[in-house]
């Protein structure tokens, strides 16, 4: 009887031997990781995945719906691959490409990997140090334009895409095809919503 209980333990223990590491990649596997649900044109993988942290940081979900639902990651990559040059966009791959090398040295990690605190924070640091767009009149810039670099090219892009969508201008925005009369002196207040173009 003794040997019958020894040969079932040991059988036992090494069942758990083989167990353990197989539970522990599947533990591994639940983690949190950047995934791609759509198929670049013109970014590789990793630089879709930059995008899409980049537009869902910037434009997150609320109670109106995020730059990813609206598909403002799919939209840039579009614009860059149709209508950037070669030149442009070897420009922009490097571009990204120091991107995510800065959130490295700063933060240990590339980009999409960074905790949102980290997201938010380097986002911060952008916003306050990459150059401005000059004014505009009537939509014609105001003298010469500098370059904005990434991150405000970036983020530009994302706002057009985000608010020249139809689900955006139509249920977000105030949507109305045919304006009433002129009504030139009324209180913003009343004015209610932005209005969509």
Do not use: H
């Amino acid at each position: 009887m003794q040997r019958r209980e020894a040969l079932k333990k040991s059988a036992m223990a090494a069942g758990s031997a083989f167990m353990v590491p197989s539970l522990f990649a599947l533990l591994q596997s639940c983690q949190e990781t950047s995934r791609l649900n759509w198929k670049p044109q013109f970014l590789s993988v990793k630089n879709a995945e930059l995008v899409s942290s980049l537009v869902d940081t910037i434009l997150p979900k609320t109670e109106t719906p995020g730059a990813l639902e609206m598909k403002v990651d799919m939209f840039i990559d579009l614009v860059y691959g149709k209508l950037n040059t070669k030149e442009g966009q070897e420009g922009m791959a490097a571009a990204m490409e120091a991107f995510d090398a800065k959130a490295k040295d700063k933060y240990g990690s590339r980009f999409a990997d960074l905790s949102p605190e980290d997201k938010s924070a380097m986002l911060k640091e952008e916003e306050a140090n990459s150059p401005k767009y000059n004014g505009s009149i009537w939509g014609t810039p105001a003298g010469v334009q500098e370059p904005v670099g990434f991150y405000r090219s970036l983020k530009s892009l994302a706002l057009w895409g985000y608010f020249s969508s139809e689900e955006v201008g139509k249920n977000i925005l105030t949507y109305d095809p045919v304006p009433g009369p002129y009504q030139g002196c009324i209180p913003l207040a009343d004015v209610g919503k932005t209005y969509s173009l």
